[in-house]
């Protein structure tokens, strides 16, 4: 397929792109653009190694299709994972060029954390000063009647582990009543969408199935709608739920329960030639064998590298703590030498997931979270509404020290407004 074909492919699948998918490409496009070669980058002229039917992309129609997708990688924490993109000067000159106007810290290098702020974004952030209120007795009413739709996050917020917050059940089934679309999004890679909806039941939730977007799920559709892997196969480092999750969107695996080891020679493990991708989440089985795995694959040309979520510590009741699966990512990362692309919160893919099967519109909805840089961060950059309930890891102080800071990056991370608990949407839902 041409270049300015897949420009137009790219572009039709705005709604479910990720930023990785959009780095590869601009990437692409830019080694094809004759005037700022990289030093990597074939010359020009040369056929492109993948594709040697690809067409040269004019300078204008670069920017012009820049502009959009660049658009839509706002806030800073998206540009964060695509440091390669941002390193590169043509993209620099295209943003500029399409009139995309301020930067902040210049610092093009690796692993930098480059900070854009687009002034269309900022256009649709509130000023700060009125954010992080409150939100309790007059102001209940007419936040929910300004929404459809909620989503809320579910540990910290509806549950603790296993122990159910007090009245969340009764607001849930509330919102329902009252004729509000209630969707559970979270970051957990351990369960199915159905496991979910059981445990929900046996708490008293009114929710089913589709209702619930987890990462387990999230992840096999990205891998099947983002990645086209539909019919594929992946190396698995992860939980059965996510093996049966993969299963139920078409996409094969290998790799689920443990790896058991055969030290004759580390480099020379069974690879199977038929994996596109390495996903890694939650693996109780996690082990020296599987990240040497996980090395050899995404050693191989063109395989590519997903992660469920980049949460690193897992808090459970009275204050102990276990490692998440971001630590199992970073382990396979600092092997590879490569960064993943997430799928789970504050990935936007989450939200777009969830959009692209349920009419929903994007300022009638409330994010409700316990979690400023996963939950509240996710909110602020869909452009929902947000809502801290602080039964949960984050503290009101959290949120005020972002607010504070002046720096556009954390400002994601103040949410509209704050709970104790889910609770407090109580006596406005029985009034
Ligand atoms: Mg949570």
Redesign the pocket.
Known sequence: MGLRMQWKTCYKKLPLAAPWALERFVCRAEALHPEDPHPEDPHPEDPHPEDPHAEYLHPEDRTLLLKPLLLRLSPAQQVTQTPGLWKRQAVRSSLLDAGIPEFQNKEWGENQHVTWESTEYQEHMEPSGSKCRRLSGALVKPLLDSVDCVLL?????IWRGGQVIPGAPQVINLLKENGKRVFFV??NSTKTRRMYADKLAALGFDASEEEVFGTAYCSAMYLKTVCGLEGGKVYLIGSPAMRQELEAVGIRQTGAGPDPIDPTDWTDVDLDPEVKAVLVGFDEHFSYMKLNRALQYLSRQGCLFVGTNRDTRLPLEGGKTVPGPGCLLQAVETAAQRQAQTVGKPNQFMFDCLASQFHVTRDRCLMV???LD??IMLGSSCGLKTLLTLT??STVADAEAHQRSGRAERQGMVPDYYVESIADLLPALQG
């Open positions: 996050d579910c540990d910290g917020v979270t970051n979270g316990a979690r996963t939950d949960g890891v």
